[in-house]
Structures are given as structure tokens and as C-alpha cells.
């Protein structure tokens, strides 16, 4: 036997192999998951769900092994407001929300007079989360849902979500087959989970269904509805880009430090265009999500109301500035830098623990660069006399490495 011949014959073999542990293991899973949703269906039973419902529903549910790769892949590198804001802020973006908002003001402006949640708003949201209607998702929901449910990571909350995506099918709102979405459960126009969709969606158009795929009525009414529950106040905007003078104490940023206008003002921001700041009763905070080279924004308690509808500060900018777009708004006049890092979740977690070493809570070392580690390196850089913007680069990473490194030989 020739040393080829007997390479080949071991590779069939290690593939051979290689499938049967494969087989096994996706025999096991199924079987684990049939076991799964015959739990769930006893639950939804027992919760009142139609007998016909849940038959017709998860007897026919199908595991999607894709679904849980995507539920624990995180992306390598952590975003920075630069690449998140640039690919989501396009001149393209803006012309069709611009279309679209001309194609549906009718039907805007009589949500606007009901709620108070002007056009634009709802406009943006839609662009942002299905680019207009463009692209919902091609999962099915109780499919995804069910997966997700019958995973130990986050069973409790997909468990609640699927019964709640019966509820939905029970009432009569959408069939099992149309109910598609992301691979996570968020559906139609406006992605809303189950949940939110039971809280929040009506029927608009009077056809006795919450129809927020084939129903732009529906989707934005509920939208608004969704909005106005959250608290939305008519009489402000969501925020607006502002000026910093030179010698600006950058250790006042940050969504948990608000101020009154009057305050801001003696602190010299002023408006980027127009006659003056936002006229508002209410306090708002600055924010510099790119550092002190940056946009600045002035944000209202409205800013916090988006975020109710998605915990991202990024998310909430880009909302509030597409909406500004849309109605005719020009682009920032501080565009956000270069970003001069590509930092990884890894690296986040390593500096979230160094912080701590050195005395300052970043919060759970999670990999995520969220308010709280942000305002971590703005303590730092108080510390070490920098500007405070908490605002990352390459040179204060090393930096604070080293300081922890120093601290911990």
C-alpha cells in the first residue's frame, strides 16, 4: 500500500467519522428539542392557548441549529459611533425617507394629530429598522422562537416570547406561515417582538387584524402608540447637534448628567445652526459619542424614549439626526473622526478589568463599550489630567494597560 493510498484511506475514515459525530449529535438535539416543545406545548395549554393553535403551530415547529450560532456569535470587533452612524446615516437612506414621508403624510399627519409623534420620527424609525419596508426577515417566527426557547442560555425569555407569538396567531392577526422576521422573533415594518407586539400594535385600518406586515397603517399607528406610551412629550424635539467652546469641561458629558438649558448655555454650547439651543423646560445631557474631535449633541428626555425602543445611544443619534434629515435638515456640521482603533470585544473585556484594578467601576466586564464603561475613561482621564470625553484611542488603551500592569507586578 502506497503512503497516498493509505492518506486516503484514513481521511474517508476521519470523515466518516467526523459525520457519524455529527448525526449523533444532531440526533440528540432534535430529540432534546421534541421533548423541548412538547413541554411548551403543555404551557401554552395551560395559558389558555387554543387547542387548534398550538397544533397547528408546534407540531410543526422545526429546529434552526443556524438560529443558535447567531444567538452566540458576537461580532470580533466592538463598533464605534463613526461605523455604526456612516453606514446607517446614508444620502440614499435620507431620500427615500424623504419619499416615503411625501408618499404617506396623510396618513402621518392624522397619527400626529392623535399622538403627538410627529412624521418624521416614525418615518426614521421605519428606515432604520426595515429600510422602509424593504426587508422584514425571511425566519420564521416560531421557528426562531422555538429554537431560542428550547436553548438553555435565555430559555425564560424566548419561552414568554413564542407563547406570546401563539397569543398573536390565536387572535387571528397573522397566520403562521406570514409570520416571518429576524432570526431573534422582531416582526413586520417596525420589528416588533411579540411582546411589543401585544402591548402596543393596533388595528388601524379597521379590517380586525393587527397586520403590521401588510398594514403600513397599522405598523405606524402602532409605532406611535408605542412612543406615546413610552412617554414622548409633543411639545420637544429628541435633541440637536451643538458647539463646544474651546476650554469645555468635557467631564460634564454623559447620559446620566443632566442640566438646564441656562446651565448649558453659562457653559458656553450654542447651536450649530439656528436662532438658539432647543427651547425646552426640561433639563437635557450633552453627549460626544466620537470624543472632543466629534459631533456634540444636547439631548432631550425624548432621547431617552427612542432608547426605550432600542438601549443604544448610537441607535437614538441615529434615529434623532435621520429624522432631522428627512424634514429637510442639512448633515452634521461636525463630522465624526476616523476612527484611528479597531478594538476587540476581548480587549474591552481586558480593559473593563483593568479599570477596576485601577480603582474605577466599568461595570461587568462584558466586552461591551456601554455608557458606564465610557464614563470609566472619563474618570481616568480626569485622573491623569486629559480631556474627558471617554472617548477610547489606541494611545490611552496602552495606556491604561500599563498603569494596571504597574499595579498588579
Known amino acids: 500500500m502506497t503512503k497516498f493510498t493509505e492518506f486516503k484511506i484514513l481521511s474517508k475514515a476521519?470523515?466518516?467519522?467526523?459525520?457519524?459525530?455529527?448525526?449523533?449529535?444532531?440526533?440528540?438535539a432534535n430529540q432534546q428539542f421534541n421533548q423541548c416543545v412538547s413541554d411548551l406545548k403543555t404551557q401554552a395549554s395551560q395559558q389558555g392557548i387554543s387547542n387548534n393553535t398550538v397544533k397547528q403551530v408546534l407540531d410543526n415547529v422545526k429546529y434552526l441549529a443556524r438560529v443558535i450560532e447567531l444567538d452566540r456569535r458576537q461580532p470580533e470587533f466592538t463598533q464605534t459611533f463613526a461605523g455604526y452612524f456612516n453606514t446607517r446615516i446614508t444620502d440614499e437612506r435620507v431620500r427615500n425617507g424623504r419619499k416615503q414621508l411625501n408618499k404617506h403624510r396623510e396618513l402621518l399627519e392624522k397619527i400626529y394629530q392623535k399622538t403627538g409623534i410627529p412624521p418624521k420620527y416614525l418615518v426614521s424609525f421605519w428606515g432604520l429598522e426595515t429600510n422602509y419596508g424593504g426587508y422584514f426577515g425571511s425566519?420564521?417566527?416560531?421557528?426562531?422562537?422555538?429554537?431560542?426557547?428550547?436553548?438553555?442560555?435565555?430559555?425564560?425569555?424566548?419561552?414568554?416570547?413564542?407563547?406570546?407569538?401563539?397569543?398573536?396567531?390565536?387572535?387571528?392577526?397573522?397566520?403562521?406561515?406570514?409570520?416571518?422576521?429576524?432570526?431573534?422573533?422582531?416582526?413586520?415594518?417596525?420589528?416588533?417582538?411579540?411582546?411589543?407586539?401585544?402591548?402596543?400594535?393596533?388595528?388601524?385600518?379597521?379590517?380586525?387584524r393587527r397586520d403590521l406586515w401588510g398594514s403600513i397603517e397599522d405598523a405606524m399607528t402602532s409605532a406611535a402608540n408605542f412612543?406615546?406610551?413610552?412617554?414622548?412629550?409633543?411639545?420637544?424635539?429628541?435633541?440637536?447637534?451643538?458647539?463646544?467652546?474651546?476650554?469645555?469641561?468635557?467631564?460634564?458629558?454623559?447620559?446620566?448628567?443632566?442640566?438646564?438649558?441656562?446651565d448649558w448655555i453659562a457653559q458656553g454650547v450654542t447651536p450649530v445652526s439656528g436662532p438658539g439651543l432647543l427651547p425646552s423646560d426640561q433639563k437635557a445631557a450633552l453627549l460626544v459619542p466620537a470624543g472632543h474631535q466629534g459631533p456634540?449633541?444636547?439631548?432631550?428626555?425624548?432621547?431617552?424614549?427612542?432608547?426605550?425602543?432600542?438601549?443604544?445611544?448610537?441607535y437614538a443619534l441615529s434615529v434623532g439626526h435621520l429624522a432631522d434629515r428627512i424634514a429637510g435638515e442639512s448633515a452634521l456640521s461636525q463630522q465624526p473622526p476616523?476612527?484611528?482603533?479597531?478594538?476587540?470585544?476581548?480587549?474591552?473585556?481586558?480593559?473593563?478589568?483593568?479599570?477596576?484594578?485601577?480603582?474605577?467601576?466599568?461595570?461587568?466586564?462584558?466586552?461591551?463599550?456601554?455608557?458606564?464603561?465610557?464614563?470609566?475613561?472619563?474618570?481616568?482621564?480626569?485622573?491623569?489630567?486629559?480631556?474627558?470625553?471617554?472617548?477610547?484611542?489606541?494611545?490611552?488603551?496602552?495606556?491604561?494597560?500599563?498603569?494596571?500592569?504597574?499595579?498588579n507586578n
Open 14 to 28: 476521519f470523515l466518516l467519522t467526523g459525520l457519524l459525530f455529527f448525526c449523533i449529535f444532531e440526533l440528540a
Open 139 to 208: 425566519w420564521s417566527v416560531p421557528d426562531s422562537l422555538a429554537t431560542l426557547a428550547c436553548d438553555q442560555r435565555r430559555s425564560a425569555y424566548f419561552t414568554q416570547e413564542l407563547l406570546n407569538a401563539l397569543r398573536i396567531i390565536d387572535a387571528g392577526d397573522i397566520t403562521p406561515e406570514r409570520m416571518v422576521g429576524s432570526w431573534a422573533g422582531a416582526m413586520g415594518h417596525m420589528q416588533f417582538m411579540p411582546s411589543t407586539f401585544l402591548g402596543y400594535a393596533r388595528d388601524a385600518d379597521g379590517d380586525g
Open 227 to 262: 412612543l406615546l406610551k413610552m412617554g414622548w412629550n409633543p411639545d420637544f424635539e429628541w435633541g440637536q447637534e451643538v458647539k463646544l467652546p474651546p476650554d469645555f469641561d468635557y467631564s460634564l458629558t454623559g447620559n446620566h448628567q443632566k442640566r438646564s438649558l441656562n
Open 296 to 314: 456634540a449633541f444636547l439631548v432631550t428626555d425624548n432621547f431617552h424614549v427612542i432608547m426605550r425602543w432600542n438601549r443604544s445611544e448610537y
Open 338 to 407: 476616523p476612527d484611528d482603533i479597531k478594538i476587540t470585544r476581548e480587549q474591552v473585556r481586558q480593559l473593563q478589568k483593568d479599570l477596576h484594578t485601577l480603582g474605577i467601576d466599568a461595570g461587568v466586564a462584558d466586552g461591551v463599550m456601554g455608557p458606564q464603561t465610557r464614563n470609566a475613561i472619563s474618570l481616568y482621564q480626569q485622573k491623569t489630567q486629559r480631556i474627558a470625553d471617554g472617548h477610547l484611542d489606541s494611545s490611552l488603551l496602552a495606556a491604561i494597560r500599563a498603569a494596571a500592569s504597574g499595579l
